[in-house]
């Protein structure tokens, strides 16, 4: 038993979105994802494979292979499609309160990318036709990883045709999330990388992200906590500018989490008045915040310990420090025993 090499080897990238089809509004997202990437590769000349990791199907709704007419007409775009069955979930803690483990379906997909790089992207993102573009070209640095800014746009783009998103994206931009500066105490000498959003686009040569075993184990900042093992690992940060863009379709006007208001204006003012803090009160009062919050969380409400800010500082810290190890996954990282059902539906 192990995992089998598709008929997609040989390829320049590969493509991971873990992925459910759980909700509708979810679900939603994944097809304007998977449908705008597959028109670009059409239009562009993308030679890749698009992976979708199914994670625990579930029983009372259709698979991934059923939501989309997926192309026939010689698109340089593969797609294959690896199911995580429900049996291999529930080895998983909490898997009776969580159907969803994405981090662990992404090195699933990882683990089985045949691409000679790889590159991490979430189920509610559009890429600019720029950005498509710059991967179409290849190129790439092996001993770098390749970040990006976060552009926020409403999910009213969901509703216009295929070809007049981009536009609409490029015009109706709420907020950009960027570098910000962090609180960590410069002794230890962790610099400021672009973490942000680290998970909808981060680039990198599969040797390094086999080296580094994917993303860290637990819940709270594993993208981040990856950003530092890759600049510890030492992969050079490239951050790709404007108009490479990744367009991320905001949650505050479908889940009612946070009220337009708030999450279009009040909070990237306050983020930019926190930057001009002194670290150590930008420390406390964040640090303050996050155990509120995490207090009312749904992670707290179904009894799953979450972490913390904290709990990722302290991690960087031990990284930097030398007293904790740099790579934590074991050897068969991504269900890399498993031998997954898979399909090649494009």
């Known amino acids: 038993m192990g995992i089998r090499v598709s008929g997609s080897a040989g390829l320049p990238l590969s493509i991971v979105i873990p992925s459910r089809n759980d909700e509708d509004w979810r679900t939603a997202r994944l097809k304007a994802g998977v449908e705008g990437i597959l028109d670009q590769a059409r239009r562009f000349g993308l030679k890749a494979e698009l992976i979708l990791v199914e994670w625990n199907p579930p029983r009372d709704r259709p698979p991934l292979s059923s939501l989309l007419d997926w192309p026939r007409d010689g698109n340089p775009c593969r797609v294959r499609i690896v199911t995580v069955p429900p049996e291999v979930h529930r080895r998983f803690p909490h898997a009776d309160k969580v159907p969803f483990f994405p981090m662990y379906a992404w090195n699933t997909g990882f683990r089985r990318a045949t691409g000679e790089f790889i590159l991490s992207m979430t189920a509610d993102v559009l890429y600019s036709d720029a950005l498509v573009r710059f991967l179409a070209a ?149 640090l303050r915040m996050d155990r509120k919050y995490q207090s009312r969380s749904r992670w707290a409400r179904i009894g799953v310990p979450y972490g913390t800010l904290a709990d990722v500082e302290g991690m960087l810290v031990g990284m930097f420090t030398g007293t904790r190890p740099r790579v934590s996954n074991p050897e068969d990282w991504g269900l890399g025993g498993e031998d997954l059902p898979e399909a090649i539906v494009a």
Not at 150 to 155: K, L
Not at 161 to 174: A, K, S, T
Not at 225 to 251: K, S, T
């Open 138 to 286: 290849g190129g790439f640095d092996p001993d770098a990883f390749y970040r990006v800014d976060r552009s926020d746009v409403r999910s009213a783009v969901l509703e216009l045709p295929l070809g007049e998103r981009m536009d609409y994206c490029e015009r109706n931009i709420l907020r950009v999330s960027g570098r910000h500066r962090h609180f960590y105490d410069p002794k230890h000498g962790i610099p400021h990388l672009h973490v942000g959003g680290a998970a909808e686009f981060l680039l990198m040569g599969r040797k390094r992200w086999h080296d580094l075993r994917g993303w860290p184990h637990f819940i709270c900042g594993e993208d981040v906590v990856f950003c530092y093992m890759a600049h510890l690992a030492g992969a050079r940060e490239v951050v790709l500018e404007p108009p490479l863009r990744v367009f991320h379709l905001d949650h505050a006007d479908t889940t009612g989490r946070l009220s337009l208001p708030f999450s279009n204006i009040l909070l990237p003012a306050w983020m930019g008045f926190k930057e001009r803090w002194p670290r150590p009160l930008r420390r406390a009062l964040s």
